[in-house]
């Protein structure tokens, strides 16, 4: 990653490197942008949505851990507890994430219990 210094402000390779380095970064933005729409259009053409439904369940990281929390919470462990738990398991997740998480799956103001819909 050049930069562009009082040092080095005088270096027509510097220079021209970095605006070389932009440049590029522009044009791949563009072509991304391009092919986000194209892929857009595309589904919209078929009739499909073009994001996720309201209301459904984003995969998370702390859907691989769901057994250790539910057991975790039907033994009654604190949620804070439960976020030092995961986190000494190198799971570091910020508090109002676990308690959206949990309130996804209906285990928030509940005892654990387990939910065929809760992996859906």
Request: proline share 0%; hydrophobic share 35%.
């Amino acid at each position: 990653d050049t930069i562009i210094s009082s040092e080095n402000v005088d270096n027509a390779e510097i220079i021209f490197t970095v605006i070389g380095q932009s440049f590029a970064s522009a044009v791949e933005a563009q072509k991304r942008s391009e092919r986000a729409k194209a892929g857009h259009a595309k589904r919209k053409a078929k009739g499909l949505s073009s994001g996720r439904q309201r209301g459904q369940k984003v995969k998370s990281r702390l859907d691989e851990h769901t057994a250790f929390i539910l057991n975790l919470l039907d033994t009654k462990t604190t949620k804070t507890e439960i976020l030092k738990q995961l986190n000494e398991r190198g799971v570091s997740i910020s508090r109002s994430r676990f308690y959206s998480w949990l309130e996804a799956r209906g285990l928030h103001n509940k005892k654990a219990e387990f939910q065929v819909d809760m992996f859906s």
